[in-house]
């Protein structure tokens, strides 16, 4: 009884229903407020404990500090160590190969939203803060936007790289429509379709941001996650309506999928639980992939905007990681 498929029919007022360009294009505004990169990523099975930035002997000099036991004598600063009458030695910025590959759903089911905006809207807006942040730390950027089809932008270090990948966005986000048949119609689950595609684009070592329906958990083929997740830092970011899971207590509630109408009696207490049942089992099936592959998941929801969001849970597990 969730949202696939069907399309409520409540007032989206002041909602964002599609994305422009300019949405994209000005989130870059905002990446300096996003802690993405800035520390240590979670220990991976095949890397370790990994930074975008490390320091070594590199092309990118950061700074003149005192001489330690173990540097390299060839990177004595003596400039000024003859005038500080103290061994100084240059520091340089080593940069680490770390690819963000961004998997971003741009489907029919994800043309809905009770709240600020449709889901699309919201996970497009969470790809292009993502995207922006990555490129100003220096990391290649690229990705796969995914629906009925996939389209992929190999990670690039440059502006083209994050333009091209926002032009297919914009275009696939500004061809939904309401959806026309049920997820259970579905000739294949979507997601499934960009893991195989992801498979051969995807470089080991890389960070990969998955974005996509809450629902497409209930149909997943995990074992497609089980390369990705080995050989990559996995992050899960599934988004969902603040609809798709509680019914408001109303006395009525019409839904519409093409012709078919559909009211539900949301004043009865036994349908909402049920229905809320439902969205706690994908929640859980989600915390269970987490913890199976090892890697970090956070939900995203229409309620508030996506700078929000991401800042708040980004700064959480920043946190967490380093106590």
Not at 65 to 83: E, H, L, N
Request: hydrophobic share 40%.
């Amino acid at each position: 009884m969730g949202s696939g498929g069907l399309t409520v029919k409540a007032p989206v007022a002041q909602s964002r229903v599609y994305i422009s360009l300019d949405d994209l294009l000005n989130s870059r505004q905002h990446c300096q407020r996003l802690p993405l990169f800035r520390g240590p990523v979670r220990a991976s099975r095949q890397l370790g404990q990994q930074f975008t930035r490390l320091r070594g002997r590199g092309v990118d000099f950061d700074q003149v500090r005192s001489y330690q036991p173990g540097d390299d004598i060839r990177s004595i600063d003596w400039r000024v160590t003859a005038r500080s009458g103290k061994v100084h030695t240059k520091v340089f910025n080593e940069e680490r190969e770390r690819p963000v590959f961004l998997m971003c759903e741009q489907s029919d089911r994800m043309f809905f939203g009770s709240q600020t905006c449709m889901k699309s809207v919201l996970a497009a807006d969470a790809a292009s803060l993502i995207a922006w942040t990555a490129l100003a730390h220096n990391d290649r950027v690229g990705g796969v936007i995914f629906g009925s089809e996939c389209h992929e932008v190999r990670p690039q270090r440059n502006r083209r790289a994050i333009l091209r990948l926002f032009s297919l966005l914009k275009e696939a986000n500004n061809a939904l429509q309401p959806a026309s048949k049920a997820i259970s119609d579905m000739p294949s689950e979507p997601l499934n379709l960009a893991l195989r595609h992801s498979r051969e684009v995807v470089k080991p070592g890389s960070i990969l941001y998955l974005l996509c329906d809450h629902a497409a958990i209930d149909h997943l083929n995990q074992t497609l996650l089980i390369n990705l997740a080995v050989h990559n830092d996995l992050v899960l970011l599934p988004v969902y309506d603040v609809m798709e899971s509680q019914l408001p207590a109303q006395t009525s509630l019409a839904f519409m999928q093409a012709d078919d109408r559909l009211t539900l009696n949301t004043a009865d207490a036994a349908l909402r639980n049920a229905y809320a049942d439902q969205f706690i089992a994908q929640q859980q099936a989600w915390q269970r992939l987490s913890r199976r592959f090892s890697c970090s998941l956070f939900s995203l929801h229409t309620g508030s905007s996506a700078v929000d969001q991401l800042r708040d849970m980004l700064s959480s597990h920043k946190h967490r990681s380093t106590q």
